[in-house]
């Protein structure tokens, strides 16, 4: 059974930083890639970060230069570390593993 499990969420302010982490099975963490995407009421889930098996990344237009994607094998887990943050990243962020499965999503409130 495949698990895809993210945690780290809550209420920033403006210029604040969180630290999203995603915890996956095995079977899926170390295949291909590992992605974040995110979704606000309305639209589309829209994708914001990838790193792959090898340990390269890539990032939407939208958070580069601000957010950072990383892994830790040993704990099959992907984090996304977000620094400066604006209310516009103000959503729902999911973890995609490969295959298609994502996991219950973690909110993420940019307010003063």
Do not use: H
Request: glycine residues 12%.
């Amino acid at each position: 059974q495949v698990q895809v499990v993210e945690s780290g969420g809550g209420l920033v302010q403006p210029g604040g930083s969180l630290r999203l982490s995603c915890v996956a099975s095995e079977n899926v963490f170390s295949r291909y890639y590992m992605r974040w995407y995110r979704q606000t009421p309305g639209n589309e889930r829209e994708w914001v970060a990838t790193i792959t098996s090898g340990g390269g990344t890539d990032y939407a237009d939208s958070v580069k230069g601000r957010f950072a994607i990383s892994k830790d094998n040993a704990k099959n887990t992907v984090y996304l570390q977000m620094n400066s943050l604006k209310p516009e990243d103000k959503a729902v962020y999911y973890c995609k593993a490969w295959g298609g499965y994502w996991g219950q999503g973690t909110q993420v409130t940019v307010s003063s």
